[in-house]
């Protein structure tokens, strides 16, 4: 299995591959949204780009992972059916769950 930080690189290029990756950051109060997933501020793959990828990166340098972690259930809900590259995110993101021992039955 991969390494959780080259999977984190991989959803980095799969953001970008579709399009979702954005040059500019949001402003820090919508970075520091209370709201789970600051989705009354962020897209999903907002959160993803600015809020999860540099998380849990900081998080793999620090030996600090979390215990358990389930982000698929949540994204595959909210990610729109049209969402360029959809399939492929949902993917990258189960396979990460999988990580901390989840597994993502659809």
Known sequence: MKSLSQQ?????HCLKRHGHWQSQSPSKLDLT????FSADTLSPCQWLQFVFIPKLGALIDDNKLPSAMQLSPYFSECFELSL???AELLKRLERLDSEFGVTNER
């Open 84 to 86: 360029s590259g959809r």
């Open 8 to 12: 984190l690189v991989e959803l980095e």
């Open 33 to 36: 949204s209370p709201t789970p």
